[in-house]
């Protein structure tokens, strides 16, 4: 069954849909901070927790946050990378409405205990709760941690690796749980104040890439927005 979702989780990711965040930036994981690690391992959690600190002092925190995104997924047997494009809207503790508007029109609403999608027409093409499907709150907490920089999730579900320059910053992320591993090889972020890319390399071979346009901090959601969470 867990095989079953993260294929269609990951399937509905790169057909051009997904992620979520909340921006809020939490504490650092324990896992980085084992007091019970040998000595080169406390080494390489301390550097990580300095690279997060200096990313975390970049990433700006907002109750909504919106945009615009192009995607281009690479599918091995594939010449040339399908290209979707469209708009999104995050909001703290609700999740994320992705809205696919090229090629074809679809809705994606990603929240922690759930995830729908919605063809052109409104009607419903896919729906998980995690009340049914336990596994899927750890894959959408780890959407949502991907897409917003959140450091507390990052260092849980990855090893961390990248540099601060200036303003900007870039994140490497290779999975530490297992079950992730499968079909995920790593993912790689950009961003200054808010993420600009995400670069994701699964196992199988198929590349995403995906870039944030526009991204502006909102105080609230609009009214036109707020009934997609509902």
Not at 70 to 93: E, H, I
Not at 147 to 174: C, I, K, P, R
Not at 196 to 214: F, H, K, M, P
Request: with cysteine; net charge positive.
């Amino acid at each position: 069954m867990k095989r079953v979702l993260l294929s269609g989780a990951w399937g509905v990711w790169g057909a051009g849909a997904a992620l979520a965040a909340c921006a809020q930036l939490l504490a650092f994981s324990p896992v980085l901070a084992a007091p019970s690690a040998p000595a080169a391992a406390k080494n390489e959690a301390s550097s990580a927790q300095v690279l997060l600190a200096q990313v975390r002092q970049r990433v700006q925190d907002a109750p909504v946050v919106r945009g615009q995104f192009t995607q281009l997924k690479t599918v091995q047997g594939f010449k040339q990378p399908l290209k979707s494009s469209g708009d999104f809207v995050v909001a703290r503790g609700k999740g994320i409405a992705w809205q696919v508007r090229q090629p074809f029109a679809s809705t994606l609403i990603v929240k922690p205990d759930s995830l729908l999608s919605r063809a052109a027409d409104g009607s419903v093409a896919m729906q998980m709760k995690a009340q049914d499907e336990p596994v899927l709150r750890t894959i959408n907490a780890m959407l949502f941690a991907v897409m917003a920089a959140d450091l507390a999730q990052l260092s849980q579900y990855f090893e961390v690796t990248g540099q601060v320059q200036g303003n900007s910053w870039t994140l490497h992320l290779v999975p530490r749980d297992a079950m992730l591993a499968q079909w995920l090889q790593a993912v790689d972020l950009r961003g200054q104040q808010f993420v600009q890319e995400v670069q994701l390399q699964e196992a199988r071979g198929d590349r995403s890439q995906i870039l944030i346009q526009n991204p502006a901090a909102e105080q609230a959601l609009r009214a036109q927005d707020a009934s997609l969470f509902e």
